[in-house]
């Protein structure tokens, strides 16, 4: 099903590096942020996308030191929930856009009809992927969830579905 989606997602991902962007941060708790966290470990250093940051905490450190990494500008935060109601990712995207308020630094994965759906499509983020509700976010990988920071990593998305539906 998800491979019906490779075109979209490439030119999504070509249209964020030729905006400028370097780096891209996952904000996101629980499995919408564990596989992003896996594939940009399996990947980093082999592919020639942008560099993946996942915050999913909410200790001030930890925060600071994506702000350090995740430069002005050049920085698409991702909110990612499958509920669309996590309180961390809900505090670390009003901070994050706090810091940065422009719509075009931001994207959202969620299930169709939460509150992040709501709140993306409001702020006019660049862009709202609204992932299947049926799949659980420890199982999500091989959805919005995981393929869009696969696809701004780099990645090769159709070679990472045929080796899923293998």
Sequence with gaps: EMAAHVDDLEAFARKVAEAGYTTAVVLGMGGSSLAPRVLGSAFAGHTRGLDLI???????????????????????????????T???????????????????????ITDGGTSLEARARERDFRRVFINRSDIGGRFSALSFVGLVP?????????????????
């Design 54 to 84: 996942v915050l999913d905490s909410t200790v001030p450190e930890a925060v600071r030191a994506v702000e350090h990494r995740a430069p002005a500008g050049r920085t698409l935060y991702i909110a990612s929930s499958k509920s669309g």
């Design 86 to 108: 996590t309180l961390e990712t809900d505090a670390l995207l009003d901070y994050f856009w706090g810091r940065e308020p422009d719509r075009r630094h931001f994207v959202a």
């Design 150 to 166: 696969a696809a701004l990593l780099g990645i090769d998305l159709r070679r990472l579905l045929e080796g899923a539906r293998d």
